[in-house]
């Protein structure tokens, strides 16, 4: 009898602390849980946009008015670019950096960031127009698709690379060129006489290498960083357009954070823009062009006659592809955008 008790006190001891150590370890854990914020890009970690991706993390974890362990995944490692911003869709991904050519499929109306022979050629005039009230309006357009869009990170001019020199109007009849899935990029190589072929980007390098492809179109860290220059030989400095990343996040994580974590985020964004952007025209300064010239890669000026033809055989149409495509909703902002950028001159 007196073991029966004994037992009995030993089983309730022994269920009081297993108790006791169970809340605990509850109440720790509770108090230890944050907000998982997963930051992902597709490009190599030691790009400009990937180490800015590392900043911008870093900043979040260490603002006090935010409660959160934000992690960068670099590379396509959560996914594709439509994986990802099916992501940013349903909750599963908190911020994606990629251009805009891939939120296209999602929101027509961002597909005005992929004209060519539109934004300005400069830095400080680019800037200008990335703060100006028609950006803002455009952003503000893909919360409706469940994707809040913050900032947008300069990332450098595009310029075409291919077999033989893209320096002419001329020069690109013909040619097959990869395209991202954007209609105004497909349009952009329809009018200058290619063939646009959609391929991932992954794909490119060995495309150009075996030569299913003829030329691609990017800034210059981009073409050092996949090594474009190596099974391409003829880089032409167009500067015709822009290939910016929008910065943008899951809505249902958006909404969920208070108005202060929110501020500290776009602080964040915005100091990580500026490092990307310093970065990467110290990279094409110190590495990349260095690099074209020791791999006898010929890196070609293109004059102004040249550009204003190709400015004129093209960007009327793309207007007016963006316009049919975008209605009067794509007019608005057009105009917009047209108005900001008079006020530069």
């Known amino acids: ?47 400009p946009r990937g180490q ?29 670019t439509t994986d ?18 891939f939120l296209v499929g999602f929101q027509p109306l961002v597909g005005i960031l992929d004209f060519p022979f539109f934004w300005p050629r400069d830095r400080a005039s680019l800037a200008k127009i990335h703060q100006s ?43 097959k060129a990869r395209v991202m899935p954007s209609g105004v990029i497909k349009e952009q190589a329809r009018l200058l006489g290619m063939t646009a072929v959609d391929m991932p980007f992954s794909e490119t390098y060995s495309a150009l290498q075996n030569k299913a492809i003829d030329a691609q179109e990017n800034p210059i860290t981009t073409n050092f960083f996949m090594k474009f220059h190596e099974v391409q030989k003829n880089i032409s400095l167009t500067n015709h357009g822009t290939l910016d ?17 929110q501020t500290g985020i ?7 823009g500026k490092f990307t952007q310093d970065l990467t025209y110290s990279i094409i300064d110190k590495k990349a062009l260095p690099s074209f010239a020791k791999t006898n890669t010929k890196v070609m000026d293109v004059d102004d006659a040249s550009f204003n033809k ?21 007019q608005a902002i057009l105009d917009a955008f047209k108005a900001d950028l008079k006020k530069l001159k």
């Not at 990343?245 to 899951?250: E, G, Y």
Request: net charge positive; charged share 25%; aromatic share 6%.
């Open 245 to 261: 990343q929008l910065i943008m996040v899951s809505k249902i994580f958006w909404d969920k954070q208070s108005a202060q974590c």
């Open 310 to 330: 190709m400015k004129a055989k093209v960007l009327p149409g793309i207007e007016a592809y963006y316009v049919k495509t975008n209605g009067k909703r794509g």
């Open 1 to 47: 009898m007196v073991m029966v008790k004994n037992s009995s006190r030993k089983l309730k001891t022994t269920a009081l602390l297993a108790a006791t150590v169970f809340t605990t370890g509850i109440l720790g854990s509770v108090a230890e849980a944050k907000t998982i914020m997963k930051l992902t890009h597709v490009v190599p970690a030691k790009a």
């Open 52 to 80: 800015g991706a590392e900043l911008t993390a870093k900043l979040i974890n260490e603002d006090k008015r935010c409660d959160i362990d934000a992690k960068v995944f670099h590379a396509a490692q959560l996914g594709g």
């Open 266 to 272: 776009r602080e964040a964004v915005d100091a990580g």
């Open 133 to 175: 009230d028609s950006m803002k309006k455009l952003l503000a357009t893909t919360t409706e698709k469940g994707v809040v869009s913050l900032s947008v990170w300069h990332t450098g001019f595009k310029v075409w690379t291919g077999n033989k020199p893209l320096t002419s109007f001329e020069d690109f009849k013909g040619l």
């Open 84 to 101: 990802l911003i099916e992501g940013l869709q349903i909750g599963s991904i908190e911020l994606v950096i990629l251009p805009g050519s």
